[in-house]
């Protein structure tokens, strides 16, 4: 099956700096590339996603890289606010079933 | 996005009994999944609910101890059945193909389980 690694398991920001979180994903099938916030009690939220013919994707502060050929994607998120401070989740498809990664605990300094 | 709704929220019991969990979306998916987020831990997927048919399970995940039904194609239910303190986790529903993207899917906002 899919396997996904997410690094860092834990990253603290100053408000107003970036963030950036890198997944691997092991199967050259996977096409589809979610991203998921979750805050403390609450169930994931999709952010933002990308397919496996897109390069990049930008909503707002939020942008998604994906490189096929090496089988990673990142997660950068510019001038990060308090409200970003939440454990985010990459996630890999294959055939509509998702593996998600460990996840990243940001947190974010005021 | 899909709205989904999950009941209970929360729930506290003991070992040896059994628990259902509904997951309700307010609109017709094709696709609906049943996840274990351990404390602290990733999701990882217990089985595909599908409509009409028998759930499809994940490896380390057995009929006998998740019954799941899915009798139309916006409501779902798991079961965790004969629990253990380690069945303490919080059970999340997802939906998918909502609408006109197939891959996506939402999440409802879990059940947290606490077995004693």
């Known amino acids: 099956g899919e396997n996904v690694e997410q690094h860092p398991s834990t990253l603290s920001v100053q408000e107003g700096d970036s963030a950036v979180i890198k997944c691997t994903y092991s199967d050259s099938a996977s096409n589809y590339f979610p991203w998921y916030k979750q805050e403390l009690g609450k169930g994931p939220q999709l952010i933002i996603d990308?397919?496996?013919?897109?390069g990049e994707k930008k909503d707002q502060r939020i942008a998604v890289t994906l490189n096929k050929t090496a089988k990673h994607f990142s997660l950068h998120i510019t001038e990060t606010q308090p409200e970003d401070s939440a454990v985010y989740f990459c996630?890999?498809?294959?055939?509509?079933?998702?593996?998600f990664g460990a996840g990243t605990t940001v947190t974010v300094r005021a | 996005s899909a709205v989904i709704s999950q009941k209970p929220s929360r729930d506290i019991c003991q070992r040896g009994t059994s628990l259902t969990i509904q997951c309700q979306v307010d609109?017709?998916?094709?696709?609906m999944f049943w996840y274990r987020q351990q404390p602290g831990q990733s999701l990882t997927l217990i089985a595909t609910?599908?409509?009409?048919?028998?759930?499809?399970?994940e490896s380390g995940f057995v009929i006998d101890k998740f019954p799941i039904s899915r009798p139309n194609l916006t409501f779902s239910t798991l079961t965790v059945s004969n629990m253990s303190p380690e069945d303490s986790s919080i059970y999340l529903c997802?939906?998918?193909?909502?609408?006109?993207?197939?891959?996506?899917?939402?999440f409802g906002p879990g059940t947290r389980l606490l077995v004693l």
């Open positions: 609109s017709q998916v094709t696709m």
């Open positions: 609910a599908n409509q009409g048919s028998e759930a499809t399970y």
């Open positions: 997802s939906v998918g193909g909502y609408g006109a993207t197939q891959e996506t899917q939402y």
């Open positions: 990308i397919r496996s013919n897109v």
């Open positions: 996630a890999a498809t294959l055939d509509y079933k998702l593996s």
